[in-house]
């Protein structure tokens, strides 16, 4: 998702922070940007729905098309289209790098899968849609764990919120995708009924 918007303003203009740095600028304060960030505004359903949709690209990094087409194929599946679309989103590589405490925000874990310094089962992916299966094992690329941000990740940094789907060990910058994450363990905020009906109007 290339949005040209600081990760700040959009995380105030979407409702969520997007970085722990944006955190506490978030806090500070909760409305949107702009002089009239702070008014009530009377927002119709579209808007709504839309913002919802934003949201959830913006937490996952991924352009319009991207997720029209994992919607597409959740719609497909013959279960529960969001939790589907959920599902299906979480398989992805970058997602997955960022879960296991290997870096630090959705956007630090696409760019080192794009600069081939992840593996999946021993082979070099720089593919950040990926989709891992369940046994799949991500590893970082023996060469690149000397970098600074690898021995941090190491160290424990971004590891406090592991989900139960992900085996790790930390100290090794290894882990393991063990099974399907359920709905209420994927760590996203999303009214994903919200972007079904956005995408089924």
């Not at 979407?14 to 505004?41: C, D, N, Q, W």
């Not at 989103?89 to 925000?105: K, P």
């Not at 070099?124 to 990926?130: A, E, K, L, W, Y």
């Amino acid at each position: 998702m290339n949005n040209p918007r600081p990760k700040v303003r959009l995380s105030r203009a979407l409702g969520i922070p997007l970085t722990p740095k944006s955190v506490k600028y978030f806090e500070a304060r909760p409305y949107p940007p702009g002089v009239h960030g702070r008014a009530r505004k009377q927002e119709t359903d579209y808007k709504v729905r839309l913002r919802e949709k934003q949201r959830l690209r913006a937490q996952y990094n991924i352009r319009e098309t991207q997720l029209r087409n994992a919607f597409d194929k959740a719609a497909r599946s013959g279960g529960k289209t969001g939790e589907a679309l959920l599902v299906d989103l979480e398989r992805r590589l970058d997602a997955l790098v960022l879960r296991s405490g290997f870096a630090r925000t959705i956007y630090q874990a696409r760019q080192f899968v794009v600069h081939r310094h992840v593996l999946v089962n021993g082979r070099r992916v720089d593919r950040p849609s990926f989709r891992l299966a369940p046994g799949d094992v991500i590893t970082i690329a023996e060469r690149s764990r000397n970098m600074d941000p690898f021995q941090i990740a190491a160290a424990g940094a971004h590891a406090e919120n592991v989900p139960p789907y992900l085996d790790v060990r930390i100290d090794a910058l290894t882990a393991r995708f063990t099974r399907l994450p359920e709905r209420t363990e994927i760590p996203v905020i999303c009214d994903e009924q919200l972007v079904v009906e956005h995408y089924s109007r």
